[in-house]
Structures are given as structure tokens and as C-alpha cells.
């Protein structure tokens, strides 16, 4: 059974961010079905994740840029919380034992809340700003 179940309510309806949102739970999936067989999570998937995390955001700073976003400074300071508390328990990892449940707990409900929270309101404003955008252009060709 997996950590987080894939489900619509992850879906923020822009293709690219969707498809890299599906592949961080499944990541996260892998450490925790390794985790349950006993192993403690790799080092090496924590620098996976770093990678992956850093081109996501990345991507998805792009996406708002692009639209202009009006929350983008807030929604890059949660990317960068992130980060930091990533490298803070990678770092802690190399020194400890038992970092993989504190791992697992924090990404998991740090991914869920983000994707269906910070990242589903820009969703909502990638949705609303095109509904405008074609609503714009009905009404003009409509005069």
C-alpha cells in the first residue's frame, strides 16, 4: 500500500506540473515500500529528490513567471522551505539513524499539502486566467 495514493485531487490540470507531481509521489512511494521491507531509505534517493524537486520547482517557477502570478514570491519561499529542510535532514541522515520515518512523515505531508493546497490555488488561477483569455476574445469578436 503506498504512502500517498495517487489520486484527481492532485491534478492541477497543466499537463508538465501534473506529470512531475505523479512522479514525486511515486518516488516517495518507492522510499516508503523499501522502508516497510525494512531498509532505511538511501542516501541516494534523497539526492534524487533534491534533483528532481530543484528541476520541479524550477518548471513550475516558470509556468508563474509566465502567467504572472501574483502569489509567485510565496509560493517560491514554500520551494525554497522545502529545500532547505530536505538538505537539513539529508545532512542528518549522514549522522543518525531512524531519518528515514522522519523523512517519509515530512514528505509526505509536505507534498499532499502543497499540491493540493499552494499549488492546486495556482491552478485555479491558470484555469481562471484562461477562461478570461477566451471569454476576452468571444466578447471582442462578438462586438
Not at 528532481?52 to 522551505?81: D, I, N, Q, R
Amino acid at each position: 500500500m503506498p504512502i500517498i495514493e495517487w489520486n484527481v485531487s492532485y491534478l492541477l490540470g497543466i499537463h508538465e506540473i501534473d506529470q512531475h507531481h505523479e512522479h514525486l509521489v511515486q518516488l516517495i512511494n518507492k522510499a516508503y515500500d523499501q522502508f516497510r521491507c525494512g531498509a532505511d531509505i538511501e542516501p541516494s534517493f534523497v539526492d534524487e529528490l533534491v534533483d528532481y524537486a530543484g528541476m520541479h520547482f524550477a518548471c513550475e517557477e516558470g509556468w508563474m513567471t509566465e502567467s504572472s502570478y501574483p502569489k509567485f514570491v510565496e509560493h517560491k519561499e514554500e520551494h525554497k522551505l522545502f529545500n532547505c529542510r530536505i538538505l537539513e535532514l539529508q545532512n542528518k541522515s549522514k549522522t543518525s539513524s531512524g531519518i528515514s520515518v522522519e523523512l517519509l512523515w515530512f514528505l509526505c505531508n509536505w507534498v499532499t499539502h502543497h499540491m493540493r493546497e499552494t499549488d492546486a490555488e495556482f491552478g485555479r488561477y491558470v484555469d481562471l486566467r484562461n477562461i478570461r483569455k477566451r471569454t476576452g476574445r468571444i466578447q471582442a469578436s462578438n462586438r
